[in-house]
């Protein structure tokens, strides 16, 4: 089905491991965006890419790093994982910096131990 | 400070008939746009109806109206003629245009979760 596929939908880590979060979109969007969600919260944005080539903090940054590795493309590397960052992760995309639709993956839920 | 309020942690509403999910939010920019989002528990987020500050007319989406009062600064999304298939938690949504780093920014409410019977 065309639309945001993230990999992978279920993480375990421990303390201190690094791990990548994949996300691909099929929908020729410019701007992607990587957002976490915590228990009785909304999501709150990580990072987010306006277009290829740029990258951008978003309100909760710390601990994260991301990637536009081409249009179709944008990743979310945690380097040192910390039980704060158990949450679910969601990769969206939309079709111009500030489109007025913005596509959802499925999540992905990571557990750090 | 937060950006976006939803009151209602929490609505029951009975099949078939209509409700209503208030929103409030904070901004001084006089361009944003409002967004509402559907989470079942599936956990997927589904997008349901945008409002721009400067459209005239509230938006509609089938079932999904805004009762958009810029004065007031609300964005409530009225649901008419409930379904078993509404129960989810609802997400209302702000963008902002300045400074302009903000315009991919999405800053959500804390969510409603809407629960219909039979």
């Known amino acids: 089905n065309a639309g945001v596929t993230q990999t992978p939908k279920f993480q375990v880590l421990k303390t201190g491991q690094s791990m990548t979060l994949q996300c691909a979109q099929d929908m020729n969007h410019n701007s992607m965006y990587w957002y976490r969600q915590d228990p009785g919260m909304g999501l709150r944005l990580i990072y987010y890419?306006?277009?290829?080539?740029?990258?951008d903090k978003g309100e909760v940054p710390n601990g994260y790093n991301v990637s536009r590795l081409n249009k179709r493309e944008f990743s979310l590397r945690l380097e040192s994982a910390a039980p704060s960052q158990t949450s679910v992760y969601f990769c969206?995309?939309?079709?111009?910096?500030?489109?007025?639709?913005?596509?959802f993956g499925q999540g992905t839920r990571l557990t750090v131990v | 400070a937060q950006k976006i309020t939803q009151t209602q942690p929490g609505m029951f509403v009975q099949e078939k008939e209509a409700v209503t999910l208030d929103c409030t939010y904070d901004?001084?920019?006089?361009?944003?746009?409002l967004f509402w989002y559907k989470q079942p528990s599936s956990g997927e987020m589904i997008f349901l109806i945008y409002?721009?500050?400067?459209?005239?007319q509230n938006a509609t989406e089938g079932r999904y109206s805004l009762n958009f009062q810029k004065a007031r600064k609300s964005a409530n999304l009225v649901i008419s003629a409930s379904q078993l298939g509404d129960s989810a938690m609802y997400f209302c949504a702000m963008r902002e245009t300045s400074p302009p780093d903000s315009w991919g920014k999405l800053q959500f409410g804390a969510g409603t979760q809407v629960v219909v019977t039979p």
């Open positions: 409002q721009g500050s400067y459209d005239q």
């Open positions: 890419s306006a277009s290829e080539g740029t990258t």
């Open positions: 901004t001084s920019d006089p361009s944003y746009g």
């Open positions: 969206a995309s939309s079709l111009k910096e500030g489109g007025t639709e913005a596509f």
